[in-house]
Each structure stands twice: as structure tokens, then as C-alpha cells.
């Protein structure tokens, strides 16, 4: 995660109501007609239906009314607007776990790279209400959080409103509660803040230890594992990061996720396993087989971002990543660092964001080889297009099925959607009612859709151009209202706050 936000960007941002900028495309084949006095609010003909729950793929028409999938049939259906899908695939939109841009730009790349619903699990927020206040009123797709146990801190321990990693104030520089351990006292009032999250809809416990990694003591720690197993709620860690791969942060972990029957998610674990992926993901299995409750995910690129202040860079990160200053770009500019420049931007610029490229597409694939594999974003906060972060917003569903389908064939289409979109959708439903209308294309299941044609699906950002958008998705639908049609924004905006209702 990326806590490295540019003030003055903010302030731009404040000013802007709504990013209106849109990337044209050529129509697609796509035939459309009005129907007046239909059953059913939007009826799309003749797609290639993939449900990941099932593993149904079929040629069907899809009747939809107030948001949800109400038939599929074999039988024509009328509809007050209707789409003919031959010769495209229909499956429900990507869920993405891990996103830090709840922003009318940022979310606008996120939606024309199939996401349907963007969930900030990780770092979260506190109260958990006021996530996503720069998209409420006109957000295009579902957005979420988990409870942020580092807003919780900043709370406890310093004394301040931190709700998310950005406000209008400013963005959460590291401070005390990033490196003072707490008192019994201040732990105590942690569980409480804690447990007003869930009740209040947190979707989980949100955890970002390896920020935060000499502050927790394991009285912290054993507590917010304690809260999470009282709720049966996830919690969604950033762990310890080790040196080149090591796996003791996880096996610090995993004894205390078993004790106390914690559901346990490693969020972005490519980003720490590295190289050492498959013996991670060994220990995981092992753990599972005795009972633990341990899921994962991976992002689909090669580089990190993060802030050039994240405390791994106070450690020595070069021998923990296994690069040195030439691997690492200021985002800001695109520019490769030199011991010089890294420590003057470092004194001058503490809010700049880094990229750091240290992973290698092999690990990656080996990831995927794990059946429950679950793919995320880790998108970067992203405001508008002069500041430059990582590409991983932009392209990262769409990067999953061009590449890793299409080209290196390291799975189906099926699979895709089912480690985008079901899996997602399953391991919140475990504790949140509401996800299990999602990630699924059957009757009952929220409308949430994206029609495509594989061979036509293109991830045009890139390192240096991190904004450039996706392509190919001719439609993306969220609660059966047309958010992009043909590439381009539609103006519709039936995005909305997901908590958990589950108390």
C-alpha cells in the first residue's frame, strides 16, 4: 500500500467535483434496442454466460429489474433497453479486495478495467462511515471498507481523527502510533474502537503491521486477532516484511491464526513471499489442513509502490528487496534514483511515492498455480493524471485475463473471473450477507456485469504512463445500470457504501 500523497494534489482535488475526461473508443458490434413495456429493466441476448460459483458456461439471455438478475433463459426476453451480446462473454464484474482510490479519477480507471465493486480491506478506515467521502453521491461502482486499526491508533495514540490514509486535512504521515508501543490501557481502548467498527459495518479488521511492524507488541496483537475471532470476521494483513522472501513474518502469524480460529488474509503476497512463493504458500496449505483459515492474494505486476518514508526503507531495504537505487523510481517523475537523489528526496519530499521493481513475472505465475489464489489491485491513491503512480489501477483485471489467459494460457477465462470475482465475494460472504449476490451470475445475483470479447481486452498503462486506460470492456454494469458503454462513461453513477449488515 501507498501512504505517499501529495498535499498540493489534494487541494487541487478539493476544487473538482467530478473527473469528466474520457478515453474514446470505436463502437462495438454491439446492437441495442428500446423496448417499450417490457418485463424487465435491461435484458442482454445471447452472451456466453460464465457464472464462477457453477462453473456454468452457457449461451443465455439475462432479464434484469431493480438491480438484479431476475432470469436466465434460453427463451427471448423483453426488456426497456436491450443488448445483444453474440459472440461476447458475460461474467460478473471483478471485486477488487485491495484498492486505495476512492477517487472520481482513480475509480473511473478502476471501472473501465472491469471492477464493479473496490473494497479498501487492508488499510480500512475509522469510523468506517466515512470512507469514501471524495465518491459519495456519484460513485459508478460499490465501494467498502474494512476497519482501519491504524486510524484506531492514530486515535488512541496521538490523539487525532484520521478516518482513511487521505482527508481533507492532509494524508496520514507516519507518527507516533506508527512507532510507540501502546500501554494496556491504550489497547484496551483499541478493542473497544474496534468493535464499534464491526457494529458499525466494517467489513473486517484491517491491519497494516509491516507499516507500523515495531509498534506492535504482541499483547496488540494477540487483541486484534481476539476481536476478529470474537466477530468471525476477517482480518486482512499487510505483514511483517522479511528479507528477500523470508518466510518467518508469516510463521510469526499462523500459530495465533490457528489458536484462536482467526480468519486470515495475507494481502499481497507476491510483495512479500517474492521468490519464495511457493514455500509460503506450502505453509498455508499445511496450516489450512490442520484447521486454519488462511486465503491470499496476488497483484498481477512486478513492481511495488509505496511511500519513499514506509518504515521497510529505515530497514535495509536493499538487501530485504534485493535491489538497490536503480530499481526504484520517484513516481512523480518516472526518474531512476541515485544514492544522492534517494536521500534528498527523502529529507525534501517524505510524502513522495516510490515504485520499486523487485518481482519477477515467474513468481507470479507460480502464485496463480495455487488454486485459491485471489488477485487484488493494490491501487494506488490517484487524484488526477499529474501525479503518477503505479499502473496497477488502471489495468490489473485487465492485465490478468491479456496476459495471463490470453498469452502465457496460465488459466481459463473461467478461472479468471473465479479468482477476480467468486472467490472474493465467497470469503467476505462468510461473515457479510451482502456478498453472496455477488460474483455470481444467477437468479437473485446483483447485477453487476461486464461483456467482452477476450481477444479484444487491452492493458495500456505502464510504468511511465500509469493512467493510460484499459480497453476492450464494451459494457461494464453495476446494479443493472450501464456505467461504460464502448469504452467511454455513461454518466450513470449507482455506486453504492457496502456494509456489512450481518449485526
Excluded at 125 to 152: D, T
Excluded at 277 to 295: K, Y
Excluded at 470 to 490: K, L, M, N
Amino acid at each position: 500500500m501507498n501512504l505517499g500523497i501529495w498535499n498540493s494534489a489534494l487541494l487541487a482535488f478539493a476544487s473538482v467535483v467530478a473527473w469528466t475526461g474520457t478515453q474514446s473508443i470505436a463502437q462495438t458490434d454491439l446492437f441495442e434496442r428500446a423496448t417499450e413495456g417490457s418485463g424487465y429493466d435491461l435484458v442482454i441476448e445471447n452472451g456466453r454466460v460464465l457464472d464462477p460459483a457453477t462453473g456454468s458456461d452457457r449461451v443465455l439471455n439475462i432479464g434484469i429489474a431493480d438491480g438484479e438478475i431476475v432470469t436466465l433463459s434460453d427463451d427471448d426476453l423483453n426488456g426497456k433497453r436491450e443488448i445483444d451480446a453474440s459472440g461476447h462473454i458475460v461474467a460478473p464484474g471483478f471485486i477488487d479486495l485491495h484498492t486505495h482510490s476512492p477517487f472520481p479519477f482513480g475509480e473511473l480507471l478502476q471501472v473501465k478495467d472491469g471492477v464493479t465493486t473496490s473494497l479498501d480491506l487492508e488499510a480500512g478506515a475509522w469510523p468506517v462511515a466515512e470512507y469514501g467521502e471524495f465518491i459519495r453521491g456519484q460513485a459508478r461502482a460499490n465501494y467498502g471498507s474494512s476497519v482501519g486499526h491504524f486510524a484506531i491508533r492514530i486515535k488512541v495514540i496521538e490523539g487525532k481523527d484520521q478516518p482513511w490514509i487521505v482527508t481533507e486535512t492532509g494524508q496520514a504521515v507516519p507518527g507516533a502510533a506508527f512507532s510507540q508501543i501502546a500501554t494496556p490501557e491504550q489497547i484496551e481502548e483499541m478493542r473497544t474502537l474496534l468493535q464499534q467498527g464491526l457494529d458499525n459495518g466494517g467489513l473486517g479488521i484491517g491491519f497494516l503491521l509491516d507499516y507500523m511492524s515495531p509498534a506492535i507488541s504482541d499483547e496488540e496483537l494477540r487483541m486484534i486477532f481476539e476481536v476478529a475471532a470474537e466477530n468471525d470476521t476477517v482480518v486482512w494483513a499487510h505483514i511483517r516484511r522479511g528479507i528477500n522472501g523470508d518466510i518467518q513474518p508469516l510463521l510469526d502469524l499462523l500459530p495465533l491464526a490457528q489458536e484462536l480460529g482467526v480468519k486470515l488474509h495475507i494481502c499481497h503476497i507476491n510483495a512479500n513471499a517474492m521468490g519464495n512463493v511457493g514455500n509460503w504458500l506450502t505453509a498455508i496449505d499445511e496450516a489450512n489442513t490442520e484447521g486454519a483459515d488462511i486465503s491470499a492474494e496476488i497483484f498481477p505486476y512486478t513492481a511495488g509502490s509505496t511511500t519513499i518514508k514506509a518504515d521497510v526503507f529505515d530497514r535495509d531495504w536493499q538487501t530485504i528487496f534485493g535491489i538497490t537505487y536503480e530499481d526504484v523510481q520517484w513516481a512523480e517523475t518516472g526518474e531512476w534514483f541515485t544514492e544522492e537523489s534517494w536521500n534528498r528526496i527523502r529529507e525534501e519530499r517524505p510524502d513522495s511515492s516510490i515504485i520499486h521493481h523487485y518481482m519477477k513475472e515467474e513468481w507470479l505465475t507460480e502464485a496463480l498455480q495455487w488454486p485459491d489464489m485471489m488477485v487484488a489491485t493494490d491501487a494506488m491513491p490517484t487524484f488526477d493524471s499529474s501525479i503518477k503512480s503505479a499502473p496497477n489501477g488502471a489495468g490489473s483485471y485487465t492485465r490478468l485475463l491479456a496476459r495471463f489467459v490470453r498469452e502465457l494460457e496460465v488459466f481459463d477465462t473461467m478461472e479468471a473471473f473465479r479468482r477476480g470475482s467468486y472467490l472474493p465475494a465467497a470469503r467476505l460472504a462468510e461473515f457479510a450477507p451482502v456478498f453472496e449476490q455477488k460474483g455470481r451470475v444467477k437468479e437473485g445475483a446483483d447485477a453487476d456485469l461486464v461483456i467482452f470479447k477476450l481477444e479484444n481486452l487491452r492493458d495500456n498503462a505502464r510504468y511511465t504512463d500509469p493512467f493510460r486506460e484499459a480497453t476492450g470492456w464494451d459494457y461494464v454494469i453495476v446494479g443493472g445500470e450501464v456505467v461504460v458503454e464502448a469504452g467511454d462513461p455513461t454518466g450513470a453513477t449507482p455506486g453504492v457504501h457496502i456494509f456489512n449488515k450481518a449485526k
